[in-house]
């Protein structure tokens, strides 16, 4: 770009003034304060601005409307830009007013708004403005070095480096594909969200589609089983039919035999009675017969029984006497034996006792134990529950916050300090907080972007850092931001808090394994509630038991002596009970032996008594049988009674024969077996009908879903998913690989092209100072260090003067790259080199100098003798307005 003229009219202070510029050169345009000069570039820019066209309701248009006069202002400028050149003017206000002449590389001419836009298409094919905007130092302007990170400079470079196309460099691109790598994954690497719940998207389908196949399925199986079921039905209700009739043909066989069976009992029935009748006869014959008999044995047996009974008598008192002596060794023996089993049985009860006081010690310190390890289990959980971070988490927090560290001491180095000092007691505001200084306190400040100073009600003061102190702010701001989400993502607030949780982490761990061990091995086979019952029940007992004892013998000091007791008393028992066992022995045979005689002694007493009685009884009753039935009438009733009973067994058997010939229990068996197939059939039938009943109901209700419409649904659904997930998964991995293989491209490109700006830099630099002047130019097209006379320092470091010496240097090194053949912008400087002393003056002329014959470079000041090192300058006086004069 160049400007080639510049005409304000009625513009603020100014009534007139127009200015012609060499293209290629340095044109310095001298004049008073508030002459103008800085119009000119403010003017050109509020005609350039896409932003307020030709309106006059804005601001800024209302900012330079001259105050003097009724007018409006006007801008008129002629421009060649690329392949075209143009005069364009605007007029604001009431009779505003826009038009464009173009004169290459063909003839235009517009109006309006389409004037506007015309020259806003030209601008943008062939003009970068970041670089117009940065080859400028305005007046008053914060004193920054420029960055052409973001210009046409790296392009320029490309080409004299002989790299590769300014595809390679153009940031428009490698924005477009970051942003399309930011939108798969994170910084990290890590997949983002669109991914995995695309995933998950295709998973959820595909276990529709698994879940309708599996119900389609089970449809089909139920369709198939009705019809099975409804062939079945015709088969079982023959069977039922079938079945009825052969339980019919069975109750009829049945039936008949159950008749013969019934005649065979009437025949028992009545053989039984005749038997009944002819036993009683024989019964009767033989009673007299055993009467005649009875009563000679029992006289018989009454004088044999009493010849017995007198040989017997010595031996009944000698057993009586061996009874007595054995009842009193046995009463004693069983005193010494009771005495001693309850000695005994106390003993075990108070070892026993003291037992369960050592037991119950021990099960309650084992539930104590418990009670603490689960306590410590519970504790150990919960801190590893909340801690969700792991090594690998920390060393991510470490790595950041190194990066803070990083990006802080470098913000730090590269930051301004304000100092600001009480000359009395008062109260400043700073960045909105109050700071309460006394006479004589000192207040440092670190100035990143930028900070407010006031002075309730007397001063406000803005300190504004530079665009690198900028830059290594916002590296800071980012570094702290990556830190905080690391941070808030692993749920601690710093990298210490981070350590602290891991090893704490590590600790619960250790804790919680010592913890589970500790209760598997107090518990045993227990639940902890199982032992403190247990517990709790045995301390119960030996409490209680201390007010259960009644024996007067004190109760053992321990265990071990009552156990001793114990196991001493009960070999004193055994020694007692087989004493007393002998003594019961002997009473035992001494009563059996007494017994015995005395109960011979009385039977062959009755017995005497009874053959006595026996024999009067059985005389008198066979005297008064005889009487009432002679002996041969007896013997004519048996005759009779056993010819009746043979002829009644002669039918029996007869009607035995019938029935054993039909089988009646096989016939039985035949019927309770086809009235168990004739359930059986029916109970078939009917659960055919009821399992038909309910298919055809679960079919017609799924039927109405339509499962298989809804399987195709979802089929098709799953398919877009599985075609959208490998689509963006194919994205994905196709902007991960571009990101990286253009990250890494634009590496070398930049470490190409940085070479010929920085040479570029240190020959118009060693013109000013001299041959030891060497710079270092970062990725960001920006002076970073400045080495002379081998000292290095960052241009942060370097005085005020030498900070603009270097950014005018870097600016006339960009412009003379970009802009032969008409390209680039011109170098604007309003009052610059304020700070410069006259050796430097010189110098920095003569760089102009030669720069200028790459580029255009346009000087405003109001001091003209700073320019005049300059030897090819075309210079412009402006005159002071006569308003203003």
């Excluded at 079945?232 to 013969?260: F, H, K, M, P, S």
């Excluded at 309650?364 to 504790?379: I, M, N, Y």
């Excluded at 227990?526 to 019952?533: E, P």
């Excluded at 255009?856 to 210079?875: D, E, K, M, W």
């Amino acid at each position: 770009m160049r400007i080639h003229r510049i005409t304000l009219t009625n513009y603020r202070g100014v009534d007139h003034a127009e200015v012609t510029f060499d293209e290629c050169g340095v044109t310095v345009i001298e004049g008073d304060n508030e002459a103008g000069k800085t119009s000119l570039v403010e003017a050109l820019e509020l005609l350039l601005d896409e932003r307020f066209l030709d309106r006059s309701g804005h601001r800024r248009v209302k900012s330079v409307m001259p105050v003097h006069r009724d007018a409006d202002p006007e801008v008129e400028a002629e421009v060649s830009t690329g392949p075209y050149r143009f005069v364009f003017a605007k007029r604001w206000g009431r009779s505003r007013m826009t038009t464009l002449d173009v004169s290459a590389p063909q003839r235009e001419q517009l109006t309006g708004d389409e004037a506007h836009e015309r020259v806003q298409s030209i601008l943008s094919e062939t003009l970068d403005t970041d670089l117009l905007r940065a080859l400028q130092v305005r007046q008053g302007a914060e004193l920054a070095l420029p960055s052409f990170a973001d210009t046409d400079l790296g392009a320029a470079l490309d080409t004299a480096a002989g790299a590769v196309g300014e595809s390679d460099s153009h940031d428009g691109i490698w924005q477009a594909i970051t942003a399309e790598r930011d939108m798969y994954w994170t910084s990290t690497g890590k997949r983002k969200t669109i991914l995995t719940d695309s995933h998950r998207s295709v998973a959820d389908a595909e276990a529709d589609v698994a879940s309708l196949t599996q119900q389609l399925a089970e449809v089909e199986a139920d369709a198939d089983r009705a019809a099975r079921l409804a062939s079945d039905a015709e088969r079982l209700q023959e069977l039922v039919v079938q079945a009825e009739e052969a339980c019919d043909e069975c109750q009829q066989q049945v039936t008949a035999a159950e008749g013969v069976e019934e005649e065979l009992s009437r025949c028992e029935t009545e053989l039984e009675r005749l038997k009944t009748e002819a036993e009683r006869a024989q019964a009767d014959h033989q009673a007299r017969t055993d009467l005649v008999d009875e009563e000679e044995r029992f006289r018989q047996e009454a004088a044999e029984l009493r010849t017995q009974a007198e040989q017997a008598a010595p031996a009944l008192a000698a057993a009586r006497r061996h009874h007595d002596e054995a009842e009193a060794a046995h009463r004693t023996a069983r005193e010494r034996f009771e005495q001693t089993q309850q000695a005994s049985a106390l003993a075990d009860r108070d070892s026993e006792h003291l037992r369960q006081i050592i037991e119950a010690r021990h099960l309650g310190a084992r539930h104590e134990r418990v009670v603490a390890a689960q306590e410590q289990l519970d504790a150990a959980s919960a801190v590893i529950e909340s801690i969700h971070l792991d090594k690998d988490d920390v060393a991510q927090i470490e790595a950041a916050q190194q990066a803070v560290i990083q990006a802080q001491a470098a913000a730090d180095a590269g930051s301004a300090t304000v100092a600001t000092t009480g000359l009395s007691d008062l109260e400043v505001i700073v960045d909105g907080v109050a700071v309460h200084m006394k006479e004589g306190d000192e207040q440092i400040t670190d100035v990143v972007d930028s900070a407010n100073f006031v002075v309730p009600g007397s001063l406000r003061i803005t300190v504004t850092a530079g665009n690198e102190s900028r830059q290594l702010g916002s590296k800071l701001v980012e570094a702290e931001a990556a830190l905080r989400g690391l941070c808030d993502e692993a749920g601690v607030a710093d990298l210490a808090e981070a350590r602290d949780a891991l090893v704490r982490r590590h600790t619960a761990s250790r804790e919680h394994g010592q913890a589970r061990d500790d209760i598997e091995r107090d518990l045993d086979d227990l639940t902890v509630d199982d032992l403190a019952s247990k517990a709790e029940r045995l301390s119960a007992r030996v409490a209680a038991y201390p007010n259960e004892r009644t024996a007067d013998v004190p109760l053992p000091p321990d265990h071990d002596t009552a156990l001793r007791a114990a196991l001493d008393l009960r070999d004193e028992l055994k020694r007692r009970k087989a004493t007393f066992e002998s003594a019961v022995t002997l009473l035992d045979s001494a009563q059996t032996a007494l017994h015995g005689e005395e109960v011979d002694h009385a039977a062959l007493t009755a017995t005497i008594v009874a053959a006595d009685n026996a024999a009067i009884n059985a005389s008198q009753k066979l005297e008064t049988a005889r009487a009432q039935l002679p002996d041969a009438v007896l013997g004519q009733r048996v005759a009779a009674a056993r010819e009746t009973e043979r002829t009644a067994r002669s039918d029996r058997d007869a009607a035995r024969t019938r029935l054993e010939e039909l089988d009646i229990d096989s016939l039985r068996s035949r019927l309770s077996n086809a009235e168990q197939g004739l359930s059986r059939a029916r109970a078939a039938l009917s659960q055919n009908h009821e399992d038909l009943r309910t298919l055809q109901i679960s079919l017609d209700l799924r039927g109405e879903k339509g499962l298989g419409a809804q399987l195709d649904a979802v089929c098709s659904k799953r398919d877009r998913c599985i075609a959208s997930d490998r689509s963006l998964r194919d994205r994905a991995e196709a902007a991960k690989l571009l990101h990286q293989a253009f990250e890494h491209r634009r590496t070398e490109a930049r470490q190409r092209y940085i070479a010929p700006f920085k040479q570029r830099i240190e020959q118009y630099g060693r013109i000013v100072y001299d041959t030891s002047f060497e710079v270092d130019v970062d990725d960001a097209l920006a002076v970073s260090r400045r080495t002379l006379n081998g000292i290095t320092l960052a241009v942060n470091q370097l005085s005020t003067g030498a900070q603009e010496q270097m950014g005018i240097i870097a600016r006339l090194a960009c412009a003379s790259i970009v802009s032969p053949d008409g390209g680039g912008a011109p170098v604007v400087l309003d009052d610059a080199l304020g700070w410069s002393d006259p050796s430097r003056l010189q110098g920095m002329g003569a760089a102009i100098n030669i720069a200028s014959g790459h580029c255009q470079v346009i000087i405003l000041t109001c001091t003209p003798g700073r320019y005049a090192h300059v030897g090819n300058a075309t210079v412009v006086n402006l005159p002071m307005s006569p308003r203003l004069a």
